[in-house]
């Protein structure tokens, strides 16, 4: 595990199975890209962690995965997680790192009403940088923010196969629409990654007026694109590809069914536990 890999690869990570929506648009666009999957499961959920525990955590684990896995690119799908500690991790690593934001921009893009929603764990919700992206690229609209604390979980169950409870994701959907203004949101981005695995549920409620915004296709193709200027550099890895790896830092709950679902992203059986000092 300790050699120079000989194509590019790709460590996608995230706190759990967020980023495997980022994964999923990979393998639709690049279907030989290798990928290495890393979930801080010993850490899950991190909207719930205090910001000074997680960035250190965050730039220590990646700094070590980066020395055990040698990726070529690395991809923070996670929010919580790119809106504390990319620049950190940008200040550190030398190598490229795409991170995920809540898509305000392009919210603010395509909202007609100026009034959009935004769904995030409890830490994106309160972070200054979501203030600042919103004062920055959508400052005409209201920004109506439900920081969830079960949301994540929820998906977790959902990517396991598991039925969850329409009156459950109801509620939790109502902390939008009740806030001041909240009847005029025509526009709600998923501002967790997590969240790609709860969008049938949240496209099944009786709101066919919404524009749903997942920007994990967007992190993808950014990724794609970082990545395509760095194999073409004269020192470019050949292309036999090996196979992809999957990592948790804790054993995940449920992990029977999860396998499951790891297969059918093209994961091999077997996922591997380190553990991170
Ligand atoms: N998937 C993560 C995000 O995009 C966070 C989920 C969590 O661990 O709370 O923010």
């Excluded at 940088?129 to 109506?144: E, P």
């Excluded at 990724?223 to 020192?235: D, F, H, I, S």
């Excluded at 830092?249 to 499951?260: G, V, Y």
């Amino acid at each position: 595990m300790s050699t120079q890999p000989q194509s590019p690869r790709a460590l996608v990570f995230d706190s759990g199975i967020g980023g495997l929506g980022v994964v999923q648009a990979l393998r639709t666009l690049a279907p030989s890209l290798t990928i290495d999957y890393l979930a801080d499961t010993a850490l899950f959920p991190y909207g719930e962690q205090p910001d000074d525990v997680l960035k250190k955590r965050i730039t220590e684990l990646i700094g070590q995965a980066c020395a055990i896995l040698h990726p070529t690119i690395v991809i923070i799908a996670c929010n919580t997680a790119s809106t504390l500690a990319l620049s950190a991790l940008r200040e550190t690593l030398a190598l490229p790192i795409v991170g995920c934001v809540p898509p305000i921009r392009w919210a603010g893009r395509v909202s007609t009403t100026r009034v959009i929603g935004l769904l995030a764990t409890s830490a994106t919700a309160r972070r200054p940088y979501l203030t600042q992206l919103h004062k920055d690229f959508a400052a005409d609209c209201t920004l109506l923010v439900h920081g969830s604390r079960n949301l994540a979980e929820m998906a977790e169950q959902a990517f396991r196969g598991e039925q969850l409870s329409s009156e459950n994701i109801h509620a939790e959907l109502e902390q939008l629409f009740q806030q001041d203004q909240g009847q005029h949101i025509d526009t709600i981005g998923l501002g967790c990654t997590h969240y790609t695995f709860l969008m049938p549920y949240f496209q099944r409620l009786d709101k066919a007026d919404i524009m749903w915004l997942d920007p994990a296709p967007a992190v993808a193709q950014q990724a794609l694109r970082q990545l395509g200027n760095y194999v073409e550099t004269p020192t470019a890895p050949s292309l036999t590809a090996p196979a992809d790896r999957f990592f948790f830092t804790a054993i995940p709950a449920e992990h029977e069914n999860l396998n499951k679902h790891l297969r059918w992203l093209g994961f091999p059986a077997g996922w591997q536990c380190l553990s991170f000092s």
